[in-house]
């Protein structure tokens, strides 16, 4: 019986250690507007290598004003590029709520065509005043695909 006892315990331990060692469900990764890129770029590398994952991004910012001053302030134009590992690009223009939050999601259960590290640019047309920098948030969802 205390060998079961044991062997229970051994087992549970090796399923505790094995779970925490997996990757994390959620990275995020903030640029700070000092920390851009020579042309002025917010840039970011994502780790989209699980093939049988779908994915979830969110875009984040931090805007130092008043309440007030910042409901007033128009959607911040955001010129969105990807760059594929293989060196691939995708890009478009989105707009940043930033007057009603400071976290948008921007794209829901996408998946890449290509698995590997991409490249994600982020270029904001006009800053509003008290930008302190652009960040994203991305939520892996194992199996979803």
Known sequence: ?????????????????????????????????????????????????????????YLYTRVDQRPSELAAQEDMELRVRWISPQGERYEEQVYFPVREKTKALYRSDFAPVEPGIWKLELSVRDEVEGLRGMGIVLERKDGTR
Not at 5 to 13: E, F, G, L, S
Not at 19 to 34: D, G, L, N, T, Y
């Open 1 to 57: 019986m205390k060998r079961l006892a044991a062997h229970i315990a051994v087992i549970a331990t090796l399923s505790v250690a094995f779970a925490s060692c997996s990757k994390p469900a959620v990275s995020e990764s903030f640029v700070s507007i000092e920390d851009r890129d020579v042309i002025g770029s917010y840039v970011f590398d994502m780790d989209l290598c699980d093939s049988l994952a779908a994915y979830d991004l």
